[in-house]
């Protein structure tokens, strides 16, 4: 980026925005990863199919595209779309191994 053009401090705010944008997105995508994971290990996939189908679409793509279009946040709002998306799945599929597991703890009586 040659910084003697007029428009590079507006480029470095915006792309600075979005490179900690992606950060937010590899740390949930991350989390939400393994715990996927850990869930299979379990063989539960149903379950934690259907949460992840509703917190990448409902949840993850309309608030990206509310953020994007609506509001006017452009890429920015499409990225705050998907990493509340993603949070959402790996909220929910943690959660979910938390329970699955201390409800085999307790049937098997060490809880």
Same mark, same amino acid.
């Given at each position: 980026?040659?910084?003697?053009?007029?428009?590079?401090?507006?480029?470095?705010?915006?792309?600075?925005?979005? +490179?900690?944008?992606?950060? &937010?997105?590899? &740390?949930?995508?991350?989390?939400?990863?393994?715990?996927?994971?850990? @869930?299979?290990?379990?063989?539960?996939?149903?379950?934690?199919?259907?949460?992840?189908?509703?917190?990448?679409?409902?949840?993850?793509?309309? @608030?990206?595209?509310?953020?994007?279009?609506?509001?006017?946040?452009?890429?920015?709002?499409?990225?705050?779309?998907?990493?509340?998306?993603?949070?959402?799945?790996? +909220?929910?599929?943690?959660?979910?191994?938390?329970?699955?597991?201390?409800?085999?703890?307790?049937?098997?009586?060490?809880?």
């Amino acid at each position: 980026l040659d910084e003697r053009l007029p428009e590079a401090p507006q480029v470095l705010a915006y792309a600075s925005t979005l +490179i900690i944008m992606a950060g &937010l997105f590899q &740390l949930v995508d991350g989390i939400q990863a393994v715990a996927a994971g850990l @869930l299979r290990g379990l063989k539960d996939a149903r379950v934690p199919a259907l949460l992840a189908l509703i917190s990448y679409w409902p949840i993850g793509f309309g @608030l990206a595209w509310t953020m994007a279009f609506p509001l006017g946040f452009g890429g920015v709002g499409v990225w705050s779309g998907f990493v509340v998306g993603l949070s959402a799945a790996a +909220i929910m599929l943690t959660t979910r191994f938390y329970l699955l597991v201390k409800r085999e703890m307790k049937a098997a009586g060490k809880a």
